[in-house]
């Protein structure tokens, strides 16, 4: 068992249970008595570079507990992307500063980072425990069952759509929402625990794992228009053609890059008014609404998942565990165990990091616009307890008289 200090960090999007994480590997690594300080980096790997360090030590466990419960990331973050180079900065940091223990709260990126700087330790002889925890609302984690922060945005998905769907319902036309997603649809896909009767909406939901086809999706909605009168359809952010071109790109004339030189697909609102657009001119369907649910979905205050928040803390007390019980670094994993319940297992850093997860086949159905029960199952019981109901008056009409 290494002597010595810890460190914590948080990366990429904040969630509604990331502070969750930091506080379990606070509190659990102030029960060891080889670890003589803890510290937490702000704004991630550039509060680290730039040694802009917190002694977490001194926090009292209840402002740690109240930080705890309160959504995004209580430590800042970043959206720096490491590479050799940088990593090999932040382990200059850690090494001058005497840090045995370095856990980062993040998703695909953050792995990769701790992966760069676990080598780097280890190529210097350096003694240093590194260990990644999960973190993403889009759940695309390798090697996990589902990932903290996605119960709580899925939760909130589910209640939105379940609104959207009761609005639509007085107001009859087409009401259509983008939903965050590059890759995976795993948090459009939530969009369907919303629905309660057969002829509730989302009628159509529409992912990165399959092909999207303009004409397609036009004549699916019209289909579903002209059965229901009426249609909701949820749309993931990451939608492309078949040569993997984003669907936006074809439909805007212009089209803004972030500072990966990513494509920005939903922050700007411009995919959901872009179809809705065409359904107006080429349906001629006069009332459409689109919505972009953007930052909404990621730390939702009042909406969060008690089943998100426990697992988002165990997986930070498991990572101390790991680290200090443990011979290697490596990236905590959740694994389902029987109906519902769950176990967690340290993965090697390189079979998670970079990766991407996307939906199972199992999960989407064979129209590709829309999801099984399969899914439904698997995505029930994270959404936790006291997940709200919609009804709707019988349908006891009176004869009529006149007509």
Not at 196 to 223: C, N, Q, S
Not at 241 to 248: A, F, Y
Not at 280 to 309: A, E, M, N, P, W
Not at 337 to 354: C, I
Request: glycine fraction near 10%.
């Amino acid at each position: 068992m290494l002597h010595g200090k810890v460190l914590v960090a948080q990366g990429g999007g904040p969630t509604a249970v990331i502070n969750q994480s930091m506080a379990g590997v606070v509190l659990e690594a102030r029960k060891f008595r080889n670890v003589d300080l803890v510290y937490g980096a702000y704004h991630g790997v550039r509060g680290i570079v730039n040694e802009d360090f917190l002694d977490l030590t001194q926090e009292t466990s209840h402002n740690l507990e109240m930080v705890a419960n309160t959504p995004s990331s209580g430590l800042g973050s970043t959206r720096d992307k490491p590479d050799l180079k940088y990593c090999q900065e932040i382990f200059k940091v850690l090494k001058a500063h005497g840090i045995s223990y370095f856990f980062y709260v993040g998703g695909n990126d953050s792995s990769d980072t701790v992966r760069i700087v676990s080598e780097e330790a280890r190529k210097a002889g350096y003694p240093l425990r590194s260990v990644h925890i999960p973190k993403t609302i889009d759940n695309d984690l390798v090697g996990n069952d589902h990932t903290p922060g996605f119960p709580s945005a899925a939760r909130f998905v589910a209640q939105a759509f379940m609104g959207a769907n009761l609005d639509n319902a007085a107001l009859t036309g087409v009401y259509l929402a983008v939903v965050m997603g590059r890759h995976a649809g795993f948090l459009t896909a939530a969009s369907a625990l919303g629905k309660k009767f057969p002829d509730d909406g989302p009628h159509l939901i529409y992912i990165p794992e399959r092909t999207f086809v303009v004409d397609k999706f036009l004549a699916d909605v019209k289909a579903t228009y002209d059965r229901y009168g009426r249609c909701v359809v949820a749309v993931s952010e990451g939608i492309h053609d078949e040569n993997g071109v984003p669907i936006i790109t074809k439909l805007a004339k212009e089209v803004e890059k972030d500072a990966h030189g990513n494509v920005q697909l939903s922050g700007t609102g411009a995919l959901a008014d872009l179809l809705c657009e065409e359904i107006k001119t080429r349906l001629g369907i006069k009332r459409v609404r689109g919505d972009t649910f953007g930052y909404l979905q990621r730390s939702f205050v009042g909406c969060v998942s008690d089943v998100d928040q426990r697992e988002a803390r165990e997986v930070g007390e498991k990572a101390v565990q790991y680290a200090m019980w443990g011979e290697q670094d490596g990236s905590v994993a959740i694994k389902r165990t029987g109906f519902y319940s769950v176990d967690y297992q340290l993965m090697p850093l390189e079979m998670v990091a970079g990766k991407t997860r996307v939906m199972e086949d199992e999960f989407i159905n064979a129209e590709g616009n829309g999801v099984t029960d399969a899914f439904r199952l698997y995505l029930r019981p994270l959404l936790g307890a006291g997940m709200p109901d919609a009804y709707r008056l019988r349908t006891n009409t009176v004869p009529k008289i006149l007509r």
